[in-house]
Nanobody
């Protein structure tokens, strides 16, 4: 059985940083691309970043480009999202997700097979 476990969220002030983790079990994560989504209250789930297998490519939403960095540690079967210069508009529940593909692309949330449980990020002064 596949499990993705998210952690690393919290309450921070604007300008601070957080690192989110996505640790997999029951799945060899390095075979797949991994995406990070977020969902704020009353809003649709949106993709913020994606990393392909072997980190051949990384994608970022315009709203986080230059502030967020996605990377993977295949030895730990994990993917991370480093979030710097956080803004109040980054407040959301963040999820990692995978689908049966090695490469990133413009996929709908419904096209992802496995999801983490989410971790809350709150940016507030």
């Amino acid at each position: 059985q596949v499990h993705l476990v998210n952690s690393g969220g919290g309450l921070v002030q604007p300008g601070e940083s957080l690192r989110l983790s996505c640790v997999a079990s029951g799945l060899t994560l390095d075979y797949y691309a991994v995406a990070w989504f977020r969902q704020a209250p009353g809003k649709e789930r949106e993709e913020v970043s994606c990393v392909s297998f072997r980190e051949l490519t990384t994608d970022y939403a315009d709203s986080v480009k230059g502030r967020f960095t996605v990377f993977r540690d295949d030895a730990k079967n994990s993917v991370y999202l480093q979030m710097d210069s956080l803004k109040p508009e980054d407040t959301a529940v963040y999820y990692c997700a995978t689908r049966a593909s090695r490469y990133c692309g413009k996929y709908l949330p419904s096209e992802y097979e496995h999801w983490g449980q989410g971790t809350q990020v709150t940016v507030s002064s």
